[in-house]
């Protein structure tokens, strides 16, 4: 058996996420699809991770095992004439059997977009506030995801997970533009729901809603109903996964 690593990236505005579900289309499905055909077999791929509905990829990976030697460049040209155009493959290659696209990565990396005032051009993928946000100190109070272990207060109610534990490694908010700002989150995993909860805790210290030490008593609480709203999908990138 053989073992190939996709790597591609996606517009994820009209998916329901990147997991096969049976009411609506998505990622996997698309992309298993087309191996299926090109390959002649019912082909299964295993992503690094699981977007939610309407969160995009700059980067995602995926791996599917095969019986047979491929030619990496040819199929990828020829999946992605099959794929529509909001799902791209960057390359195809072939990997060690024992390297899994989930378990073996060691880090992924999520960006979080958001502009102040009106941007016609960026608002598809980025949230606009009609407020003011104070950054510093919402770059203080992302310091304190650093030092905390267990994210149940930012985990989606109902979740069916074994740990709500996580490392973060990295958590700031960067300028990278005029009234234009990312935050950049790094860890070694991530809840459902995570970041987009984070994001909308870390807004209420913008907005001078909540304190630095309120944000820390509400990561304490491990109560999602503490924490700030889910913040909209859109705005949300898978931008790295390392091994």
């Not at 977007?51 to 990829?57: I, K, L, Q």
Request: proline share 2%.
């Amino acid at each position: 058996m053989n073992r190939y690593f996709l790597y591609l990236c996606f517009d994820g505005s009209r998916y329901h996420g990147w997991q096969i579900q049976p009411n609506g289309i998505t990622v996997q499905e698309e992309i298993e699809k087309g191996l299926s055909v090109l390959l002649r077999s019912k082909t299964e791929i295993v992503g690094a991770g699981r977007t939610d509905a309407g969160v995009h990829a700059h980067i995602m990976t995926a791996h599917f095992d095969t019986e047979n030697e491929i030619d990496e460049s040819a199929l990828c040209y020829k999946l992605n004439r099959f794929l529509p155009q909001d799902i791209s493959i960057k390359k195809i290659e072939k990997v060690d059997n024992d390297l899994h696209a989930r378990f073996s990565a060691t880090s992924r990396t999520y960006h979080y977009y958001v502009h102040t005032g009106k941007d016609p051009f960026v608002r598809a993928y980025s949230w606009a506030t009609g407020y003011s946000l104070d950054f510093t100190q919402m770059n203080i109070a992302a310091q304190t995801l650093i030092k905390t272990a267990d994210f149940a207060a930012f985990c989606k109610s109902g979740s069916d997970v074994k740990t709500t534990f996580c490392t973060i490694k990295e958590a700031c908010w960067i300028e990278i533009g005029e009234g234009r700002w990312c935050f950049r989150i790094t860890a070694n995993r991530f809840l459902r729901n995570m970041v987009r909860s984070i994001v909308g805790t870390l807004i209420e210290v913008g907005r001078g809603r909540m304190s630095v030490s309120q944000f820390e008593d509400v990561v304490k609480s491990r109560k999602r109903t503490n924490a700030g709203e889910s913040m909209p999908a859109n705005a949300l990138f898978l931008e790295d996964v390392k091994y």
